[in-house]
């Protein structure tokens, strides 16, 4: 690692102050993603600005059809919050899934959605409930927030302050884990929502997408055959020494399907 | 340079030391701690499991100054007065190591594990340890272990 600086701000405001005043800083939330990096040299800040203690980024609420989480709560929370089981047992089932119990106990939810790993879970849980990112200057929806491989709509020295999820009808997620790593060889999240069914997957391709074909088609019927035949196109995913596209496609339908079947269960 | 306080199994120490400083590294090098064991480097072992304010974390992915102020239990911090803890004996009993290098590792994961679920099942403990590796037993035993120490731990609890 090179040397660096470390800063813990005691404000948002403060945290945004040193942003702007050290071009090459960089925020840390657990440092899941960011201290690995660092380690094997492949980033440089002059500082990293620890955002995990400010008050402006934790606290989960659930009011008026709404969760919000905090950008600084760990996936171990989430997983465990009574709030999160009742508003969102999906959600709070996918943050269990994430990596391992000592990531968990580390890693935030802000962390993982402005990294945009292709293959990370939350992605895919912001992404189908139609989430919205609120950061210190403005708020995005998740359907403009995601632009593929790593890549966000977070602009220079922006930063996630919570998430707000809608609270759906019903909602599920079905993840194949790499056995190795854990991170989703495909991961699809299903929702049922006031405007309609929403499928989004993750591990699957550049960056977490919807599959519009399967949303219009379980708009007709939400049992897991509605799925046969809906067109998914292969070209589109990735291909690497884990997976053929096609493999990959035949994952997602798979693990849609089995979303469904969740879905069709308890809430 | 950083002035990082930690309380490291009960003993307050402040070093100061630089910003960039693994919390493994300040364990093993400026507090002589070598039971923390450093085994990929990569976030994949657990090799470098402890626990920091009662949660379990891989210390070769944590600064030292990331959790200045915090309360860090390790290996050496388990046994008292002499007296293997029962997740120890566990261990012993069960011959859930080999060559032991991933077992400082896997028994803080373990002390992790029970604290959040005092009776898991088998597939519980299998999902619990997914973050420690071992190239020596196979798991087998090592889940004996884990059963054994619940079992320990539940019986102390109570009497
Ligand atoms: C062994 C291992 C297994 C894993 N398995 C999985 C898995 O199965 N699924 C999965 O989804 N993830 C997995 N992860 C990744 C994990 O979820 C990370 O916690 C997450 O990607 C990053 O969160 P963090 O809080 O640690 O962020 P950091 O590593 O601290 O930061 C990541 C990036 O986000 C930026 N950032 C952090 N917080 C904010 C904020 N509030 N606003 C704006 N930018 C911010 C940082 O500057 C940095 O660029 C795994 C990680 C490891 C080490
Ligand atoms: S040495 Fe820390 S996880 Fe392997
Ligand atoms: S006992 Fe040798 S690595 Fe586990």
Redesign the pocket.
């Known amino acids: 690692m090179y040397a660096l600086n470390y800063v813990r701000p005691g404000s948002l405001a403060e945290a945004a102050k040193l942003l702007a005043a050290h071009p090459e800083a ?11 990096t660092l380690k094997q040299r492949l980033a440089k800040p002059s500082h990293l600005v620890d ?1 995990t203690q400010l008050p402006e ?1 934790h606290g989960i609420r659930a009011a008026k059809g709404r969760l919000e989480i905090g ?2 709560t760990k ?1 171990h929370d989430v997983a465990t919050s009574s709030m999160v089981r009742r508003a969102v047992p999906a959600l709070a089932y996918l943050a269990g ?4 119990p000592q ?1 968990r106990n ?3 939810l ?3 959605v ?2 945009n ?1 292709p ?4 992605p895919a849980a912001v992404l189908g409930l139609a989430a919205t990112i609120v950061t210190n200057k403005r708020e995005i929806a998740a359907d403009d927030y995601f632009q593929g491989l790593f890549a966000t709509a ?1 602009e220079e020295g ?3 302050v919570r998430v707000v999820f809608p609270v759906p009808k019903r909602a599920a997620y079905a993840k194949f ?1 790499h056995p190795a ?4 060889m495909a991961g699809v999240f299903v929702a049922r929502t006031g405007e309609g069914m929403r499928v989004a997957v993750t591990g699957a391709g550049p960056g977490v997408f919807r599959w519009r074909e399967a949303e219009a088609a379980l708009a007709k019927s939400l049992r897991p055959a509605a799925l046969e035949g809906v067109a998914l196109d292969a070209a589109e995913l990735n291909e690497d020494i884990h997976a053929s596209r096609e493999y990959r496609a035949n994952l997602v339908r798979v693990m849609a399907k089995r979303a469904l079947g969740k879905l069709s269960g308890r809430k | 340079m950083a002035r990082v306080t930690l309380t490291v199994n009960g003993v307050k120490h402040t070093k100061t030391v630089e910003d960039r400083t693994l919390l493994v590294n300040f364990l093993r090098d400026e507090l002589g701690l070598t039971g923390t064991h450093i085994g990929c480097d990569t ?2 072992c657990g090799c470098c499991t402890v626990h920091v304010n009662g949660r379990a974390v891989k210390s070769c ?1 944590v600064l030292a100054v990331q959790v200045n102020g915090a309360e860090i239990v390790t290996i050496e911090g388990m046994a008292k007065k002499g007296k293997l803890h029962p997740i120890q004996r566990a261990f012993s009993e069960c011959h859930g190591l080999q060559c032991g290098f991933c077992t400082p590792g896997m028994i803080m994961a373990t002390a992790g594990l029970l604290r959040d679920r005092p009776n898991p099942t088998e597939e519980e403990i299998i999902h619990g340890l997914e ?1 420690n590796l071992c190239r020596c037993t196979g798991y087998i035993n090592i889940v004996k272990a884990v059963k054994m120490s619940a079992k320990l731990l539940r019986g102390r609890r109570h009497g």
């Open positions: 960089k925020l840390l939330g657990g440092g899941m993603t960011l201290v690995p955002i980024l950008a600084a996936h899934l994430i990596g391992d990531v580390l890693g935030t802000g962390g993982s402005a990294n790993d293959a990370a879970d939350y977070l922006e930063i996630i884990p790593s854990g991170y989703a | 976030s994949q992915s973050g």
